[in-house]
């Protein structure tokens, strides 16, 4: 098992979150403050520290989402961060094997 940690450029941030507005079962209306991203793996995974138990490796980076004006103007994307994989060794996955009805002495 695996978990991606994502980091964001807090500084690259200012401008990109947008308010959406909606209404909620009662009728009533509100307000949220939303960033959307994409996040897309790399071609080729680099681990960037290794420990005797696990492997960081960057697997993913995160970019601004663009218009489809920005990118008919080939705009540059904007990486706003990245994401980290905790690779662990020797992890064996935990099966639980069921028994069916059939498999019962009675």
């Known amino acids: 098992m695996s978990k991606i940690t994502i980091t964001l450029d807090t500084s690259k941030l200012k401008g990109l979150s947008k308010d959406r507005t ?23 995974p680099k681990t960037i520290h290794s420990a005797e138990k696990y492997d960081l490796v960057k697997t993913h980076f995160a970019a601004a989402l663009q218009t489809k004006e920005q990118r008919d103007a080939n705009e540059p994307t904007l990486y706003i961060g990245e994401g980290i994989t905790t690779v662990w060794k020797n992890d064996t996955p935990a099966v639980t094997e069921s028994k069916d009805d059939d498999d019962f002495d009675f």
């Open 22 to 44: 909606f209404n909620t079962r009662d009728g009533q209306a509100v307000t949220v403050k939303e960033l959307k991203f994409e996040l897309v793996e790399v071609k080729e």
